[in-house]
């Protein structure tokens, strides 16, 4: 167990600075929790306190019921994983040595800690030939899940990260929030994640607090219920004009229905009789989508031009079991305007229509409304007999 807890905590620094007021929180255990909120907002602030890198100037952090104050900073660090930006590594060791480091300076023996080092870059992802490398010789995306390597080595309960995707370019940091998500489902940490990034925050928080001017928390829940009902105007403008689209990640699209879509071969493409406005999905010879083509297209290669100029790229693409948002862009980004939907080997399951996706949405959004009245009059009902009773 490792519950973390912020007790009316305020920090003023000496220039007068008011980076917190007032905290209020409870993290639970093997929760992601994510800080979220712009610049100078003291999610900083309020993360370090928990390993004692800033000491509050009122209130009391706790964790695991311990007030940290009470607690030596060496000794509750080795409890506390730390990830930086840009995995924060030391230069002239090896990325082995780096992962290393802190097991061998808690007492363990080098070859024992640099073969558990080798284990954990494969559970962060990282091909076992990097572990000789030096840092400077490493992409942004491979220092920082080196990183993670490193603040996991000493399996530490918590796992502090300030900011540690933000580096990276979007496609890289997509695969370390998944790689992260991946790690967290086996190793249920009590993550803390400070980010200005709310896309990131609503992925990977269990529960996101979001921080306002001052330091102050302006909310704190899961990331479904800061989408669709946010409790002040700067978390509505903080979660932004996308949130209505950002909250169908949330939503099931099991019962979205899958039709039937017409598939080629490149080999079949020249043969093709379609008719005008018809699309036809090219498939390869395990069935996973690599293009659409229209009647354009196939005159096209008729006429000698290759599968690739003839045809148009492949939308996103929707994994069976997947969510509302997932389903709706596979439809929305497809040049056919039919989603693709996938099975788990990336062969086609179905085509989706965004109209049917959309009537789900409305589907679900009536049930949740009947089932609010519902609870709402069973209430006042329950109300009123209690009032009325003897
Ligand atoms: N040592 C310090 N002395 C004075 N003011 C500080 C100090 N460290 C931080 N601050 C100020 O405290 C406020 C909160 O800073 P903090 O770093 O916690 O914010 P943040 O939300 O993490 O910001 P960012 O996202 O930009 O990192 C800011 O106004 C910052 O300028």
């Known amino acids: 167990m490792s519950t973390i807890e912020f007790v009316g905590v305020s920090k003023t620094y000496p220039d007068g600075t008011r980076a917190l007021q007032q905290l209020d929180l409870t993290i639970e255990s093997g929760s992601c929790t994510v800080f979220v909120g712009p610049s100078g907002c003291g999610k900083t602030t309020a993360m370090r306190m928990i390993n004692r890198m800033l000491e ?202 899958l039709h039937n879509v017409r598939t080629a071969t490149p080999e079949e493409l020249r043969g093709l009789r379609l008719d005008h406005g018809e699309w036809v999905l090219i498939i390869d010879e395990l069935r996973r989508p690599r293009g659409w083509i229209d009647p354009t297209g196939v005159a096209a290669i008729r006429s000698g031009r290759s599968v690739a100029e003839s045809s148009s790229a492949a939308g996103s693409l929707f994994p069976v079991g997947g969510d509302l948002r997932q389903a709706l862009d596979a439809a929305v980004s497809s040049p056919s305007g039919i989603g693709v939907a996938v099975h788990d080997d990336g062969s086609v399951a179905g085509g989706i229509d965004p109209d049917e996706v959309v009537a789900l949405l409305a589907t679900q959004r009536h049930a949740e409304d009947r089932a609010r009245n519902r609870r709402f009059f069973a209430e006042s009902e329950s109300g009123r007999s209690a009032g009325t009773a003897p």
Do not use: C, W
């Not at 061998?104 to 572990?131: I, M, Q, Y």
């Not at 490493?138 to 918590?158: E, M, N, T, W, Y």
């Open 56 to 257: 509050p100037s009122s209130g009391t952090v706790r964790l695991d019921g311990t007030d940290v104050s009470t607690v030596n900073p060496v000794r509750l660090r080795r409890g506390i994983g730390y990830v930086i930006q840009s995995g924060g590594l030391l230069p002239h060791r090896t990325v082995l040595d780096n992962i290393a480091t802190v097991p061998v300076l808690s007492g363990e023996s080098r070859p024992a800690a640099r073969a558990a080092a080798l284990r954990l870059l494969d559970r962060v992802g990282l091909d076992p030939t990097l572990a000789h490398r030096y840092p400077a010789q490493l992409s942004g995306g491979q220092q920082q899940r080196v990183g993670v390597a490193r603040a996991l080595a000493a399996d530490p309960p918590v796992l502090l990260m300030d900011e540690p995707f933000s580096a990276v370019d979007p496609v890289v940091r997509d695969g370390l929030q998944a790689e992260l998500q991946r790690l967290q489902a086996q190793l249920r940490k009590t993550i803390v994640f400070v980010t200005h990034d709310i896309d990131e925050a609503v992925r990977l928080g269990d529960r996101v607090a979001v921080f306002g001017r001052a330091g102050r928390l302006q909310q704190y829940d899961r990331p479904e219920q800061l989408l669709s009902a946010p409790a002040t105007d700067f978390v509505a403008e903080f979660v932004g004009r996308d949130r209505g689209y950002r909250g169908l990640s949330f939503r099931s699209a099991d019962a979205v229905p």
